[in-house]
């Protein structure tokens, strides 16, 4: 790998496989959302407009689930948060998680390309609101009063993913790119790897549970949970470059 300095630009995409070990379900594994419901009746416009009271029920549940005291931010977290607080340069992490598990951490530099649950927005006004409770069709906008126009602040399929021009030209000038519990099948973010490494050059590595779709196209990987893997890569990486310690990068 190309030696790191300090001051380089860090990006670190996440995925539904760091909030597992905090109890909220990924989508595409045997127990995961998708072995329950079908992203057409649930998570598109199409399905909004067809049966909305389904998609808000589906959401509700979502809502309330990570509403759940016992869901808190892991180890894997708290590194992420911990590496924007200690390493010297730009680090941006980008989540296709609609949680607030990051925030929680501790994470600042943040940016939901799925958009957040705990908003909703308005599609008449569209306003922006904190959420926590179950949306409905005859729920009326805190701002412009209508009903019938609130719905969850996430991106469904079909929709452009969120922050898109920043988070093209922050893989543009990345130095390492850090892919962590997603299985890499939905896309723009399934091809961050190929933006980072073919635009700027960047080492990348992924941390998940199992090699995901895309794991030819990364230069280094460690597989395993979470928790285990991202403390100790944040460890090695901020001992490696920042006290000198050998470095991180050996392939595998
Ligand atoms: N630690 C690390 N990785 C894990 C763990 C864990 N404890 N548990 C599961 N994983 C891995 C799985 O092996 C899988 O590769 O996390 C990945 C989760 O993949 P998906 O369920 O497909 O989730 P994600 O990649 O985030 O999905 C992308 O798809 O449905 C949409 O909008 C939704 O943002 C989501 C997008």
């Avoid at 959302?33 to 407009?49: G, K, L, N, Q, S």
């Avoid at 808000?56 to 708290?78: E, G």
């Avoid at 940016?111 to 609101?129: F, N, Q």
């Avoid at 961050?192 to 960047?202: D, I, P, Q, S, T």
Wanted: charged content about 20%.
């Amino acid at each position: 790998m190309k030696t790191l300095k300090p001051t380089d630009a860090i990006v670190i995409l996440t995925g539904a496989g760091i909030s597992k070990e905090s109890g909220l379900e990924t989508f595409r594994d045997a127990d995961g959302t998708w072995a329950r419901h079908r992203i057409e009746d649930v998570a598109t416009p199409e399905a909004f407009a067809r049966d909305p009271a389904l998609v808000h029920d589906f959401y509700n549940a979502r809502r309330q689930s990570m509403l759940n005291p016992n869901v808190q931010p892991n180890a894997a977290h708290t590194a992420l948060a911990r590496l924007e607080r200690e390493w010297p340069g730009p680090v941006l992490l980008v989540t296709q998680n609609i949680d607030d598990l990051h925030e929680r951490a501790g994470s600042t530099a943040l940016i939901h390309m799925h958009g957040e649950m705990l908003k909703a927005r308005c599609e008449d006004c569209t306003v922006i609101e904190p959420w926590q409770s179950d949306l409905a069709l005859d729920t009326a906008c805190p701002s412009c009063r209508r009903a019938g126009g609130m719905r969850p602040h996430v991106v469904w399929f079909g929709e452009i993913p969120l922050e898109m021009d920043r988070i093209v030209a922050a893989l543009a000038e990345c130095a390492l790119f850090i892919s962590i519990g997603t299985s890499g099948n939905v896309y723009p973010a399934a091809n961050f790897v190929r933006e980072a490494r073919w635009a700027a050059g960047a080492h990348t590595v992924e941390l998940n549970l199992e090699p995901s779709m895309g794991a030819t196209d990364f230069d280094e990987a460690r597989h395993g949970p979470a928790t285990v893997v991202v403390p100790a890569f944040v460890e090695e990486l901020l001992t490696s470059v920042l006290r000198g310690q050998p470095k991180v990068g050996s392939s595998g």
